[in-house]
């Protein structure tokens, strides 16, 4: 899946539309623990978390994510965003909640972890 038509699926806002929107979508993952994340995240996923923080953006880039995925209409503002923007890391935000993200996901053929 792409990203532009993961966009459409889960009715996200793109926070960073500067950036391409034809990344490969290859798992998706929910969690909210940092370290966790750091050690389970992988290239081309789609990272869905409640935090908004400086740091999700490091993890994310760190494991060369395609997206994080603020559920329930989050959004990330100020450095944090800037910074997603500055290493090209794409923020959507969504109106659904974690649980029917990663169900539309699934329902679409996006696994967890590969």
């Known amino acids: 899946m792409k990203a532009n038509d993961l966009i459409t699926l889960i009715e996200a806002a793109n926070l960073t539309p500067e950036l391409p929107l034809d990344r490969e979508i290859t798992c998706g993952y929910c969690c909210d623990l940092l370290s966790w994340v750091m050690s389970h995240g992988e290239e081309g996923m789609a990272w869905v978390t409640v935090q908004t ?9 760190l494991a060369e994510m395609a997206c994080v995925i603020l559920p329930e209409g989050i959004t990330m503002e100020g450095d944090s965003l800037e910074k997603a923007k500055a290493e090209g890391m794409m923020v959507l935000s969504s109106p659904l909640t974690a649980f029917d993200i990663c169900g539309r996901m699934a329902a679409e053929g996006v696994s967890g972890r590969a």
């Open 53 to 61: 923080h400086m740091n999700v953006v490091a993890v994310a880039v």
